[in-house]
């Protein structure tokens, strides 16, 4: 059974950091796109980065314009984990975030197959 598991959220003022942990389970994703979107109340659900996991040392990330220079995402094959660091935060970034996995990758949710059951950030001023 595939399984991607989120944990890393919580509250934190403005400015501070968060780092969250996606640990996927259940078959290799070697050469998959791994995702993090997220989702406020009452918005869609957006892009917020991508990270192409791979077996060799060397991936690619993409992030959304409104968290570039903030959030990095990396990984840890022997952990089957991805991160999201997120630096310098914002009330505007609290939403329920989600890790995905994906063949093709891209910004697109139905894009990606399989995803966490989500982790909650809020931000407070």
């Known amino acids: 059974q595939v399984q991607l598991v989120e944990s890393g959220g919580g509250l934190v003022l403005a400015g501070g950091s968060l780092r969250l942990s996606c640990e996927a389970s259940?078959?290799?994703?070697?050469?998959?796109?791994i995702g993090w979107f997220r989702q406020a109340p009452g918005k869609e659900r957006e892009f917020v980065a991508r990270?192409?996991?791979?077996?060799?040392?060397?991936?690619?990330?993409y992030y959304a314009d409104s968290v570039k220079g903030r959030f990095t995402a990396s990984r840890d094959n022997a952990k089957n984990t991805v991160y999201l660091q997120m630096l310098s935060l914002k009330p505007e970034d609290t939403a329920v975030y989600y890790c995905?996995?994906?063949?093709?990758?891209?910004?697109?949710?139905?894009?990606?197959?399989?995803w966490g059951q989500g982790t909650q950030v809020t931000v407070s001023t």
């Open positions: 259940g078959r290799t994703f070697s050469g998959y796109a």
């Open positions: 990270i192409i996991w791979s077996s060799t040392t060397s991936y690619a990330t």
């Open positions: 995905a996995a994906s063949r093709y990758g891209g910004v697109i949710p139905t894009n990606y197959d399989y």
